[in-house]
Protein backbone atom coordinates (compact mmCIF):
# COMPACT_ATOMS: atom_id res chain seq x y z
CA UNK A 1 0.00 0.00 0.00
CA UNK A 2 2.71 2.27 1.02
CA UNK A 3 4.41 1.86 -2.74
CA UNK A 4 1.26 2.60 -4.11
CA UNK A 5 0.79 5.66 -2.37
CA UNK A 6 4.26 6.51 -3.42
CA UNK A 7 3.81 6.19 -6.94
CA UNK A 8 0.62 7.87 -6.87
CA UNK A 9 -1.80 5.85 -7.40
CA UNK A 10 -5.59 5.76 -6.98
CA UNK A 11 -7.48 3.89 -4.94
CA UNK A 12 -9.56 1.71 -7.43
CA UNK A 13 -5.63 0.84 -9.09
CA UNK A 14 -4.55 -0.14 -5.56
CA UNK A 15 -7.76 -2.29 -4.91
CA UNK A 16 -7.40 -4.10 -8.21
CA UNK A 17 -3.42 -4.81 -7.18
CA UNK A 18 -4.00 -5.36 -3.98
CA UNK A 19 -6.52 -8.28 -5.02
CA UNK A 20 -4.81 -9.40 -7.77
CA UNK A 21 -1.67 -9.78 -4.90
CA UNK A 22 -4.03 -11.76 -2.73
CA UNK A 23 -5.49 -14.26 -5.76
CA UNK A 24 -1.94 -14.78 -6.66
CA UNK A 25 -0.93 -15.78 -3.08
CA UNK A 26 -4.18 -18.10 -2.52
CA UNK A 27 -3.19 -19.52 -5.52
CA UNK A 28 -0.05 -20.44 -3.95
CA UNK A 29 -1.12 -21.60 -1.10
CA UNK A 30 -4.16 -23.41 -2.21
CA UNK A 31 -2.25 -26.76 -2.53
CA UNK A 32 -1.39 -26.42 1.27
CA UNK A 33 -4.75 -25.74 3.13
CA UNK A 34 -7.47 -26.76 0.50
CA UNK A 35 -6.31 -30.37 -0.97
CA UNK A 36 -7.31 -33.17 0.53
CA UNK A 37 -10.03 -31.62 3.06
CA UNK A 38 -13.46 -33.91 2.82
CA UNK A 39 -16.41 -33.56 4.76
CA UNK A 40 -17.71 -35.53 6.94
CA UNK A 41 -21.24 -35.82 8.99
CA UNK A 42 -19.21 -34.01 12.22
CA UNK A 43 -18.33 -31.00 9.43
CA UNK A 44 -21.61 -30.25 8.66
CA UNK A 45 -23.27 -27.44 10.63
CA UNK A 46 -26.19 -27.50 12.36
CA UNK A 47 -29.39 -25.86 11.23
CA UNK A 48 -29.69 -21.77 12.24
CA UNK A 49 -32.28 -22.36 14.60
CA UNK A 50 -30.30 -24.66 16.62
CA UNK A 51 -27.34 -22.89 16.57
CA UNK A 52 -29.41 -20.06 18.33
CA UNK A 53 -31.33 -21.73 20.74
CA UNK A 54 -27.89 -22.63 22.22
CA UNK A 55 -27.71 -20.75 25.20
CA UNK A 56 -23.84 -19.31 24.94
CA UNK A 57 -24.85 -18.52 21.11
CA UNK A 58 -26.17 -15.09 22.03
CA UNK A 59 -23.48 -14.49 24.61
CA UNK A 60 -20.25 -15.28 22.25
CA UNK A 61 -22.85 -12.74 19.33
CA UNK A 62 -22.63 -10.07 22.01
CA UNK A 63 -18.71 -10.48 22.94
CA UNK A 64 -18.07 -11.40 19.36
CA UNK A 65 -19.92 -7.79 18.52
CA UNK A 66 -17.77 -5.60 21.73
CA UNK A 67 -14.81 -7.15 20.34
CA UNK A 68 -15.42 -5.64 17.11
CA UNK A 69 -16.12 -2.13 18.75
CA UNK A 70 -12.55 -2.65 20.56
CA UNK A 71 -10.45 -3.62 17.68
CA UNK A 72 -12.76 -2.11 14.20
CA UNK A 73 -12.88 1.35 15.00
CA UNK A 74 -8.83 1.87 16.69
CA UNK A 75 -8.12 -0.25 13.50
CA UNK A 76 -9.97 1.81 10.97
CA UNK A 77 -8.74 5.47 12.73
CA UNK A 78 -5.34 4.86 13.96
CA UNK A 79 -4.17 5.70 10.11
CA UNK A 80 -6.37 8.51 10.19
CA UNK A 81 -4.77 9.73 13.72
CA UNK A 82 -1.78 9.15 12.26
CA UNK A 83 -2.26 11.22 9.38
CA UNK A 84 -3.36 14.35 11.92
CA UNK A 85 -0.17 14.05 13.40
CA UNK A 86 1.86 13.84 9.84
CA UNK A 87 1.17 14.60 6.34
CA UNK A 88 4.10 12.66 4.68
CA UNK A 89 2.11 9.18 3.45
CA UNK A 90 5.12 7.26 4.06
CA UNK A 91 5.35 8.18 7.64
CA UNK A 92 1.40 7.82 8.62
CA UNK A 93 0.79 4.84 6.12
CA UNK A 94 3.18 2.81 8.59
CA UNK A 95 0.51 2.17 11.10
CA UNK A 96 -0.79 -0.47 9.27
CA UNK A 97 1.98 -2.54 8.43
CA UNK A 98 2.87 -2.18 12.32
CA UNK A 99 -0.42 -3.62 12.99
CA UNK A 100 -0.44 -6.20 10.83
CA UNK A 101 3.54 -7.38 11.90
CA UNK A 102 2.15 -7.06 15.64
CA UNK A 103 -0.89 -9.22 14.57
CA UNK A 104 1.66 -11.60 12.82
CA UNK A 105 4.23 -11.65 15.76
CA UNK A 106 0.91 -12.20 18.12
CA UNK A 107 -0.24 -15.47 16.79
CA UNK A 108 2.86 -17.06 17.12
CA UNK A 109 3.80 -15.86 20.63
CA UNK A 110 -0.06 -16.39 21.96
CA UNK A 111 0.27 -20.04 20.76
CA UNK A 112 3.43 -20.41 22.98
CA UNK A 113 2.00 -18.73 25.74
CA UNK A 114 -0.96 -20.55 26.13
CA UNK A 115 0.88 -23.54 26.80
CA UNK A 116 2.68 -21.97 29.64
CA UNK A 117 0.34 -19.65 31.48
CA UNK A 118 -3.43 -20.61 29.62
CA UNK A 119 -6.14 -19.71 27.07
CA UNK A 120 -7.93 -17.89 29.88
CA UNK A 121 -4.92 -16.01 31.00
CA UNK A 122 -3.89 -14.83 27.59
CA UNK A 123 -7.16 -14.07 27.03
CA UNK A 124 -7.40 -10.94 29.21
CA UNK A 125 -3.64 -10.08 28.88
CA UNK A 126 -5.21 -9.42 25.57
CA UNK A 127 -7.74 -7.41 26.48
CA UNK A 128 -6.06 -5.49 28.87
CA UNK A 129 -3.44 -4.92 26.16
CA UNK A 130 -6.36 -4.11 23.90
CA UNK A 131 -7.73 -1.70 25.82
CA UNK A 132 -4.93 0.23 27.10
CA UNK A 133 -3.84 0.86 22.84
CA UNK A 134 -7.44 1.91 22.62
CA UNK A 135 -6.77 4.51 25.19
CA UNK A 136 -2.75 5.20 24.42
CA UNK A 137 -3.29 8.23 22.24
CA UNK A 138 -5.06 10.20 24.16
CA UNK A 139 -2.09 10.18 26.72
CA UNK A 140 0.28 10.01 24.69
CA UNK A 141 0.52 12.50 21.63
CA UNK A 142 2.48 12.31 18.17
CA UNK A 143 3.43 9.07 16.32
CA UNK A 144 4.53 7.39 19.27
CA UNK A 145 1.06 7.03 20.45
CA UNK A 146 -0.36 6.23 17.16
CA UNK A 147 2.62 3.06 16.99
CA UNK A 148 2.15 2.01 20.50
CA UNK A 149 -1.56 1.91 20.10
CA UNK A 150 -0.61 0.08 16.79
CA UNK A 151 1.17 -2.70 18.79
CA UNK A 152 -1.56 -3.05 21.37
CA UNK A 153 -4.72 -3.04 18.78
CA UNK A 154 -2.50 -4.90 16.54
CA UNK A 155 -0.96 -7.69 18.50
CA UNK A 156 -4.35 -8.54 20.43
CA UNK A 157 -7.44 -8.29 17.71
CA UNK A 158 -6.75 -12.08 16.13
CA UNK A 159 -6.15 -14.01 19.30
CA UNK A 160 -8.68 -12.18 21.68
CA UNK A 161 -11.38 -13.15 18.25
CA UNK A 162 -9.46 -16.33 17.87
CA UNK A 163 -9.55 -17.32 21.54
CA UNK A 164 -13.24 -16.58 22.26
CA UNK A 165 -14.15 -18.45 19.52
CA UNK A 166 -11.88 -21.31 20.19
CA UNK A 167 -13.55 -21.24 23.81
CA UNK A 168 -16.98 -21.15 23.55
CA UNK A 169 -16.39 -24.05 20.78
CA UNK A 170 -14.33 -26.23 23.38
CA UNK A 171 -17.00 -25.51 26.35
Not at 56 to 62: A, G, N, P, S
Not at 136 to 146: C, K, M, S
Request: net charge positive.
Amino acid sequence: CLILVQVGSSSSAAWGVLGAAAFVVALALWPAVGAGHTRDAADTPAPKAAVAAIPEYWRLVFCHGAFGLGYIIPATFLPVMAKQVIAEPLWFGLAWPVFGLAALISTLAAARLTRVIGQREVWILGNLAMGIGVLIPIGVPGLAGIAIAAICVGGTFMVNTGNLVVRWTND
